[in-house]
């Protein structure tokens, strides 16, 4: 007889990983189902991952996890084709535990996570895609994969951005390009050494820098680099809606932002070792889908709970705090041996303890700020120009730097507009 589980969470990323461990931990019998060769194996990301949360799971994760480097500078530029205007914040602080973030690796990360899931109990199924959902009349009961019907009390879907299995369970519709952006990132291996040197980096120091400007050709969105032990992430993350009107590839704009010499001579030498493509669902709260249904809960990208504030990209720290909302409403329910959508909803109150919908409420507004084309078009041009004349010397007598502005702003924006940002800035972060 085939066997039955309490749950099985469809989706070895971090929202899965974190729901079956916490499941497995409490006794449950749990089925994690994994598409890829292995966990990991199909995933990416930028690479910053967040100590807090990730400490309650794993109290001397520093010991064990597979970490790159401890983030403890954090840098933004704005760049125009031949300049950069950045600013570097370093804290040591952030060197102390349970560290504040560091960088990862998926394929190195979402294995390893997995493994953690297994030792606690679960049965790690890779190379098993969910197909589909089994049904009792309006109830959800287990899953079909691999030509298999696995039956289990609740289904929790993990299975990211474009998750077949919400829209199956009728909680969403597909997500449309102005609710994602693409991101593209690749890998650069470059020797230790090289890259510590050019980072000014000492043992596990790490950088994680953000940028926006021309490069993106006024599509919103930026770019980042982030700092491994001898690689580097690089990548950018645009609108995805904006992308397919203006007819532009977003490897176009990598390859762009690669050439950009502010950029360049950090990666001369470097061997691209890996090249992935994703989206991100970005429209925030707005397109939350249901959550809970007879049998079945959604979270991590499935549930679009990634926040993006133009200042944070953070879906792994989101995923992770609902896969383990999502474990602790199946907890309760396992104890009553009731996996109604009433007894499920339980799910609502654990992430409102969460850190998951108060940022995604705080941050509300951000997605709709964040459409605004003069933070990419227009600003960062602005700051480079300004800092241009600041430290141009012509030999000739200096003008007021007011006059200069004015100058720099003729015809780009006006007083009005930027005093209209200023206000929505307030609004929105
Ligand atoms: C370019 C880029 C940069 C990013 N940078 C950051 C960052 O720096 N920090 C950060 O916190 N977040 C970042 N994110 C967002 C972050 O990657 C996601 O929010 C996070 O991975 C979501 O986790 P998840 O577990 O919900 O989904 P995923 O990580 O997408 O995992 C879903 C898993 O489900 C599996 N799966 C899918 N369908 C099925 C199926 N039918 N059957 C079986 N398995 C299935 C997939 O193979 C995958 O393993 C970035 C994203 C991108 C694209």
């Known amino acids: 007889m085939k066997q039955h589980f309490d749950a099985i969470v ?16 409490s006794g449950l019998s749990t089925l994690i189902v994994e598409r890829g060769k292995f966990a990991g194996a199909k995933n990416m990301w930028g690479g910053v991952f967040y100590g807090p949360l990730f400490h309650q799971l794993f109290p001397d994760f520093w010991e064990e996890a597979p970490v790159e480097r401890y983030i403890l500078h954090h840098r933004i530029s704005f760049l125009t084709a031949d300049a950069a205007l950045s600013a570097d914040f370093f804290s040591s ?52 994969a691999g030509g298999d019907e696995l039956p289990a009390n609740v289904v929790v879907a993990c299975d990211g951005v474009n998750s077949i299995l919400a829209e199956k369970a009728g909680l969403r519709k597909r997500l449309l390009p102005q609710d994602m952006k693409q991101g593209v990132k690749e890998v650069i ?37 982030y700092t491994n032990k001898d690689s580097l992430s690089i990548g950018i993350v645009v609108q995805l809606s904006a992308l397919i009107k203006n007819k532009i590839e977003a490897n176009d704009l990598l390859e ?83 996996f109604s959508k009433k007894s499920l909803s339980s799910y609502s109150h654990f992430l409102k303890q969460s850190l998951v919908l108060k940022d995604l409420e705080t941050f509300r507004k951000a997605p709709k700020f964040l459409e605004n084309p003069r933070i990419y078009n227009v600003y960062p041009g602005l700051a480079c120009d300004m800092a241009e004349k ?40």
Request: net charge positive.
């Open 256 to 338: 762009e932002f690669k050439e950009h010499p502010e950029v360049a001579r950090y990666l001369s030498e470097g061997e691209l070792v890996e090249y992935s493509a994703h989206l991100i669902p970005t429209s925030g709260r707005a397109k939350m889908p249901e959550l809970f249904a007879d049998g079945f809960l959604v979270a991590g990208d499935a549930a679009a709970f990634c926040l993006v504030t133009g200042l944070n990209l953070e879906g792994s720290n989101l995923a992770m705090a609902s896969g383990m909302a999502a474990a602790e409403a199946v907890i309760q329910a396992k104890k009553k041996e009731d």
């Open 93 to 144: 602080k952030f060197g102390r535990k349970p560290y504040n973030s560091f960088s990862l690796l998926r394929a190195k990360f979402d294995r390893w996570f997995a493994d953690k899931a297994q030792q606690a109990g679960a049965i790690v199924a890779s190379g098993l895609q969910a197909d589909d959902l089994l049904w009792d009349g309006s109830r959800i009961v287990g899953i079909k």
């Open 390 to 429: 600041i430290f141009t010397n012509d030999g000739r007598p200096k003008k007021k730097i007011w006059k200069q502005l004015k100058r720099s702003m003729k015809g780009n924006v006006s007083l009005l507009q930027i005093a209209s940002d200023l206000y929505n800035i307030k609004k929105a972060l």
């Open 189 to 225: 291996q470059i020797p230790r050494q090289m890259l510590e040197q050019r980072f000014n980096l000492s043992g596990d120091e790490g950088v994680a820098w953000e940028f926006i400007g021309s490069f993106t050709k006024g599509i919103p969105g930026g770019a980042f680099i």
């Open 10 to 25: 469809v989706g070895a990323g971090p929202a899965g990983c974190a729901c079956g461990l916490t499941l497995a931990k």
